[in-house]
């Protein structure tokens, strides 16, 4: 797609790679913290976005095939969409435990693992986890 732009007439079919992983991130959180498939809203409430923006990028990620929905707006991941959460969730939570075990607080932790997690290759993680183990937090 390169060289198309968007002309603000037409709604662009784009979703940067890093809200793409967002997005089917908290899908996945959500579908298991629920232990249901969810709506479209809830994504809205729980990403603090607006409905039509969601609505917008679950028609670009049903048409990359990341994810379904059904008439009543029930969002399900398909295969390639949960394969996709689930690297993106095993690296973010791999960096929120490292982060963790030096020394660094939760929220900060957490906040930064979730920009390492898009801007890291598949490659480099896997590298650097296997040449780096996290130690289980102990708490007292």
Same mark, same amino acid.
């Given at each position: 797609m390169?060289?198309?732009r968007? +002309?603000?007439?037409t709604? %662009?079919?784009i979703?940067?790679?890093?809200? #793409?992983e967002d997005?089917l991130?908290?899908?996945?959180l &959500?579908?298991?913290l629920r232990?249901?498939? !969810?709506?479209s809203?809830?994504?809205a +409430?729980h @990403?603090g976005?607006?409905?039509? %923006?969601?609505?917008?990028?679950m028609? !670009?990620?049903?048409?990359?095939g990341?994810? %379904? @929905?059904? =008439?009543d707006y029930y969002v /399900? &991941?398909?295969?390639?969409? !949960? *394969?996709?959460?689930e #690297?993106v969730?095993?690296?973010?939570c791999?960096?929120?435990e &490292?982060?963790q %075990?030096?020394g660094?607080?939760?929220e900060?932790a957490?906040?930064? *693992?979730?920009?390492?997690?898009?801007?890291?290759? =598949? +490659?480099s993680?896997?590298?650097?986890k296997? *040449?780096? /183990?996290?130690?289980p937090?102990?708490?007292?």
């Amino acid at each position: 797609m390169a060289g198309t732009r968007f +002309d603000g007439k037409t709604p %662009s079919r784009i979703i940067k790679n890093e809200s #793409r992983e967002d997005y089917l991130e908290s899908i996945l959180l &959500l579908s298991r913290l629920r232990k249901r498939t !969810i709506r479209s809203y809830e994504i809205a +409430d729980h @990403m603090g976005l607006s409905k039509p %923006s969601v609505s917008r990028a679950m028609g !670009i990620l049903r048409e990359q095939g990341l994810v %379904s @929905m059904d =008439d009543d707006y029930y969002v /399900t &991941l398909t295969e390639a969409g !949960i *394969a996709e959460a689930e #690297r993106v969730y095993a690296k973010h939570c791999y960096f929120k435990e &490292l982060l963790q %075990s030096v020394g660094v607080e939760e929220e900060i932790a957490e906040n930064e *693992a979730c920009r390492i997690e898009h801007i890291i290759s =598949d +490659d480099s993680f896997k590298k650097l986890k296997a *040449a780096l /183990t996290v130690k289980p937090l102990v708490t007292e």
